[in-house]
Structure formats: C-alpha cells, structure tokens
C-alpha cells in the first residue's frame, strides 16, 4: 500500500505495479468509484506499468472539505502524484470521470501525456445517464446483504447482459460494505452535494477539452448501451478527431469493465502507439 500527500494536506492512496518499458498508464476510475475499478483488466496488461488512484473522498484515501471534489482539484491531485513518482509523461486510462479528469490534464498539460483512454466517456452527456447517478449518488442501496445486491444488479441493472453471478458479486464487494445495518457505499457521501453543486452551474463545452487530445493516441470504449454516452456522440468525436480508436463493446452499458475481448484488442492496438 502506497500514499502521498497533495498540496492541500490530503492523504491520497494509490498502487503502482508492473515494470513494462513501454509509458506507464495512470488509471483513473468512475465517479463513486475507486482504483479496484481495474481490477479486472489488470491480469491481461501485466506487462504494462500500472498506476490506480483512489480520488480524495473515495476508496482509501482521505475524506476532505466536499467543495475540493471537483475535476480541476483531482486533475492536479493526478499531476501531483507523477510528480510524486518522478514522472514527466503518463497515459492515461480513464473511466468515466476518470475521462473527464484526462480531458482536463491534456487541455493543461499536453506535454505530460502519452496517451489517452475513455472509457464510456465524451464531451456531450446523455441526460438519462446523469439522471441515473443523482439516483444513487451519496446513498446507501436499500439491499442489505450482498446476496440482494448480486440478485438486484443481475436483474435490473440497465445495458448489461450475458454477465456471469460472480462478476456482480466481485463488484458488490468492492464496492460496498456489508454492516449489520445493511450495505454501506465505501465513499463520502458528501460527494453528493459537490456533484449537485457542479450540476447547478451551467454545463461548460467539453469539445475543447476533448479537442485537446488530437495529436495524442487515443481510444474511446462505448458501452453498446450505455446511457451516457451516445452512439451519435462517439461518432463525432471520431470525426474531429480521425486518428482515434472508436470501439463499441457488444452486451454493456455504462461502463465496460474493461476485461472483454473488445475492449482488451482495443486496449492493446491502443497500446502499441503509445511512445
């Protein structure tokens, strides 16, 4: 187990694994989420140098005043820790929120990126997908075993089929604790009120931002049926940025976890550009 401390005093952790000669890859997760996000992936680029952080307020890093969970105070957390490890140039392989973050540090920073990976991530949102997270952001699920949450994710969970049991068991458990109580979400539930903060402000464009990874290689995973990113959208990007890898991942929505055929052989092409 790893930590630093950023600029403002928070305790972050993080793992770094891997001794791969090619750019190491600095993994950033979803939203509510946390460095396990790949987990999964991680078996199948055991040659490649990787870097998991658990944002403040997530994970096993420090809970913090909720008004610092934003994507500019993680987007320097990020730079903060390669400068920690003494590193001029990362990849980056971003989930979700984790995209967004790389957006931003590629938008800042150019120079310090080798690459750049979304996963189910883009400039334009679908309001269905950020609707859905209101619903649960901050909140602890009203299944109170993981027995229940297995059963409610393999039912109800829109956008995913042809998922084995064991893999919703493996995600309940990373990322929820089972208390007498019931299940528990394993981050501050203050991060709902920076979100709902954020989502009362005026949507900036993101086009810019994702305008900024041109020159960059890069890839962008689509769940097949994700609700937040649109197939429209992907299709876009691809035309402002024509050297990107646009690979839509067959039975997911949002978002793929990373270790299917698709996204593995995607990864990989991905991989091989970076320099």
Known sequence: MAKFRTSDGVTLYYSDTGTGSSPPILCLSGLTRNSRDFDYVTPHLAEQRLIKLDYRGRGQSDWTDFETYTIPREALDCF?????????KAAILGTSRGGLIAMVLAATAKDRLSGVALNDIGPELMSEGLDSIGIYLGRNPSQKTYAEAVEMRASLLPGFQNVPTSRWQNEVEMHYRET???????????????????????????????????????????????????ADTLDRMQKRHPHMIATTVPDRGHVPFLDEPTSLAALRTWISHLT
């Open 80 to 88: 903060e820790l390669l400068d920690h490890l003494g590193l001029d």
């Open 180 to 230: 007498p109580d019931g299940l528990q979400i394993n981050y501050d539930p203050k991060l709902r009120d920076a979100v709902l903060s954020a989502r009362t402000k005026d949507m900036p464009d993101l086009w810019p931002l994702f305008e900024a990874l041109i020159g960059l290689p890069t890839l962008c995973l689509r769940g097949a049926n994700s609700n937040l990113l649109s």
